[in-house]
């Protein structure tokens, strides 16, 4: 993610150096709508992932590293937990909002593929987000290292039967 990226510690969020508390809650009003921007921004710096690996990678190998990069947010976002509850009592559309955007990024991560003969066709970034959210749901010790190696086993299977490009 990015250089400027906000810090979180193990109590909860802290924002990017400030010159006080002062200046801080002049930006947000709550430690809600602080911690809702951290997350906006962690989802958006996410989500512009897939034009870059677009331009770097096969979308095969673009997709791959995209799914590897959503259980690293998954991970981040359970180091957040306790912060990230407090906006779970507002009205905030936001993780909704997270949802979809990233359901955009996996559908253009798809899409390339599906073009470029490499990925199946059929699948749409909500299915394959949900389906990433059940690997990355898991609580058990280890379960990081786990939901890699099984994200890698849905990549392979993402990966047959695709049709040559025509």
Request: contains cysteine.
């Amino acid at each position: 993610m990015s250089g400027a990226r906000w810090n979180t510690g193990a109590g909860g969020v802290r924002a990017p150096p400030l010159s006080g508390i002062g200046t801080l809650y002049r930006h947000f009003e709550t430690r809600e709508a602080l911690v809702a921007e951290v997350y906006r921004q962690e989802v958006a710096e996410l989500c512009a992932a897939p034009a870059r690996l677009l331009a770097q990678y096969t979308p095969d190998e673009a997709l791959r590293r995209f799914l590897l990069l959503l259980v690293e947010h998954s991970a981040v976002g359970k180091g957040m937990a306790e912060a990230l509850e407090s906006i779970m009592a507002t009205d905030s559309p936001i993780y909704d909002d997270a949802r979809a955007e990233m359901a955009r990024a996996l559908d253009e991560l798809l899409s390339a593929g599906v073009a470029a003969g490499a990925i199946r066709s059929g699948i749409s970034g909500r299915v394959l987000l949900r389906a990433l959210g059940g690997i990355c749901g898991m609580r058990a010790k280890g379960w990081e290292d786990d939901a890699v190696r099984i994200t890698e086993i849905f990549h392979d299977g993402l990966r047959y039967g695709a049709a040559s490009p025509s």
